[in-house]
Structure formats: C-alpha cells, structure tokens
C-alpha cells in the first residue's frame, strides 16, 4: 500500500513514482529525464504517491475503457499526461476502497486488452 504522506527523500519518491508509472499498459519501457523532473516536482508540491496512484489508475482506466472500435490512442510518452488527472484528484479525492477497485480494474482491462490483440 502506498503511503498517504509524500516520503522525505525526493530521489526515493521519484522512483516510487516513476516505478508506477511504467507498470502501466501503454507506456513506455524506461522513464525518461522529463518523466524524472515531473516526479520530483509532484514531490516538491507535497502530492502524496497515493493522489498520483490514483490518477495514473484512473486516467490508464479511461483510456483502457474505450470501445474497441474505435481507433487505438497513441501510447502515453511521458508522466505529463496524467498531470490533468493528477489536479482531478487533488479536487475530488478517491476513496481507499475506489483505490483498489482502479487497481483491479486496470488489471482486468489489461487482460480485455491481450486478448483482443490476439484477435
């Protein structure tokens, strides 16, 4: 579980950070320099790892959720993307129990996902 308080030592918040970031379906392999600065300054502001969970499960959920008819998006290339989700957040926290629901609904889709591939 992540812990609600951002953690003291930047470099170790950035790599929380960006070690959840790259978990995700449809990003990249590696995190690049911009990926780094935006998670040290997530950090700098004070947004708890739990706000930036949330955000990367919820915005990775809305993309996932799309119809597959529709045309495919282009793969996320940098933490900015949820950036917006990230302030979505800030203003309409989630609960705990919404929390795991993102996390296991991100991982149902990521199977959607492999399986209409295979198609």
């Known amino acids: 579980m992540i812990s609600r308080n951002p953690l003291a030592n930047v ?9 959840l970031y790259l978990q995700l379906p449809e990003t990249p392999l590696k995190a690049s320099t911009n990926d780094k600065r935006t998670a040290e300054t997530l950090c700098a502001r004070g947004i708890s790892l739990a706000t930036v969970e949330s955000a990367l499960l919820l915005g990775t959920v809305r993309r996932l959720s799309r119809s597959p008819e529709m045309p495919p998006l282009s793969p ?7 950036l917006p989700v990230i302030e979505e957040i800030l203003y309409n926290p989630v609960s705990d129990d919404y929390l795991v629901y993102l996390r296991r609904k991100v991982e149902s889709l990521r199977g959607r996902e492999k399986a209409f591939k295979r198609r």
């Open 76 to 82: 996320i290339h940098s933490l900015a993307y949820f």
């Open 11 to 19: 470099d170790e918040y950035a790599a929380t950070a960006l070690k």
